[in-house]
């Protein structure tokens, strides 16, 4: 059997890219406790390699239609279990570089999380993204820990108690992902992103993708100082690595 059938997650690293590919297509790329596994360990070797870039894709027709929600995994608990999607959105969020996430078909629960966490998130305008786990009798609230950051609260509210799906053209103008593309395109338009992504200063990347976290998140300083605060990070930012 050939390692791309055998392994559930595939990564592909070069000097300046790490790719990470869920590889179940037949499944949908569903993630199981075993793909779970495979996937942080795929990130944590992303983290390890230093990579500007890192895309995130699926393999088949789907990104993923999110965890396999029936499974059950003997000697592991069900908060064990739950806490990897903690320890996923964790290193995703925090990849120093620029992330991607190519979203293809269905990207549901777990899979909106994907395209949430990263960086970028490009669209075929065929994909269906949303949170189905309380239909499933999961309430979501490892979902409602992030999904407040990034979508109004009535929006948040709507997605998960409905579990409704959303079309690409929606999940754009809610904010769930960066831009959305024709389905025929979406592979070019990635790797293109990602090449040009690929070609910038590691180190501007890295300046810029800390200061947005900072920028996003709650701070106590005036929102006044906080302009002065980016020109002195980027004045120290030039003087360090550009020598100027």
């Known amino acids: 059997m050939s390692d791309s059938v055998a392994s559930p997650v595939l990564v592909d690293l070069t ?3 790490t790719t990470i590919t ?11 406790y075993a793909t779970m596994q495979a996937l942080l360990a795929a990130l ?21 239609p999110g ?3 029936g499974e059950k995994v003997p000697g592991v608990s069900r908060a064990d279990n739950l806490s990897l999607i903690l320890r996923a959105n964790e290193l995703l ?10 979203v293809r078909g269905r990207a549901l629960g777990f899979g909106t999380g994907l395209a949430l966490h990263s960086d970028i998130a490009i669209a075929a305008d065929t994909a269906v993204l949303g949170f189905d786990e309380l239909a499933a009798g999961l309430p979501p609230l ?9 979508v109004h609260p009535k929006v948040a509210d709507d997605l998960v108690l409905t579990g409704r799906r959303v079309g690409a053209a929606e999940a754009r103008s ?9 389905e025929a395109d979406l592979d070019a338009v990635v ?30 300083r005036p929102q006044k100082d906080f302009g002065g605060y980016a020109v002195e990070r980027l004045v120290r930012w030039i003087e360090t690595e550009k020598g100027a």
Not at 198 to 205: E, I, K, M, V
């Open 22 to 32: 869920l590889n179940r297509p037949d499944q949908g790329n569903t993630i199981t």
């Open 93 to 102: 969020g925090s990849f120093p570089g620029i992330s991607v996430t190519a």
């Open 142 to 150: 490892v979902v409602l820990t992030y999904l407040y950051r990034h």
């Open 174 to 182: 809610l904010g769930l992902v960066s831009r959305v593309v024709a």
């Open 191 to 220: 790797d293109r992103t990602v090449a040009e992504l690929a070609g910038r200063d590691p180190s501007a990347l890295r300046l810029l993708k800390e200061f947005a976290r900072e920028a996003k998140s709650a701070d106590p």
């Open 15 to 17: 000097e300046s890219i």
């Open 44 to 64: 944590e070797q992303a983290h390890a390699a230093g990579t500007p870039v890192l895309l995130l894709r699926g393999a088949g027709a789907d990104l993923t």
């Open 67 to 69: 965890r396999d929600k």
